[in-house]
């Protein structure tokens, strides 16, 4: 009886350790962000909004915070903004921003153009560590809520962590 006990407690604690480790998998930008996410829509006279974004996890190895914003640039442009605020330097970093345009038959959020960059140690040698993007999207349909979402995306050749932030919808005039 103790043989089988002792068989069966190696075999959990071999479970344990080699099994559970597995679930434990790289973050996809889907996860983090997605269109189908609800946001607000602010009144028609705020031309600004900002979402500051805080990891959940109580150990994010990189991540102190980051944030995305949105501007009526005029004349149909819109100006998107982030910051990725870094614990400590990073060896990759990916950042997409998403122009969402809301569609109020659906009631729903629509894509309507993307921007990705890329920071890698190959373009900046001393290191990544606050990197600021500022990108503008150039003739959107006026009359419509906009909003930006935000995907991030730091590695430090071992580890990955990532989130996205959101601004509410502001009316593009």
Not at 22 to 32: D, E, I, K, R, V
Not at 99 to 108: C, H, I, Q, T, V
Request: charged content about 30%; glycine content about 8%.
């Amino acid at each position: 009886m103790k043989k089988l006990i002792r068989l069966v407690m190696c075999c959990l604690v071999a479970v344990n350790v080699l099994a559970v480790p597995a679930f434990a998998g790289t973050p996809l930008p889907a996860n983090y962000t997605s269109v189908e996410q609800e946001s607000g829509l602010c009144d028609k006279s705020v031309s600004y909004d900002i979402d500051i974004a805080r990891p959940t996890a109580r150990r994010g190895n990189f991540f102190i915070s980051a944030d995305v914003a949105i501007k009526d640039g005029g004349k149909g442009d819109i100006i998107a903004t982030g910051h990725a605020y870094l614990a400590k330097p990073v060896t990759e970093l990916y950042v997409s921003f998403y122009l969402d345009r809301y569609d109020e038959d659906l009631e729903r959020w629509k894509q309507v153009d993307c921007r990705d960059f890329e920071f890698t140690l190959e373009k900046y040698p001393e290191g990544i560590d606050d990197p600021s993007i500022t990108v503008t999207f150039d003739n959107q349909k006026k009359g419509y809520y906009y909003r930006i979402r935000g995907a991030f995306t730091a590695s430090d050749g071992e580890k990955v962590e990532g989130f996205g932030p959101r601004t509410d919808g502001i009316w593009i005039e």
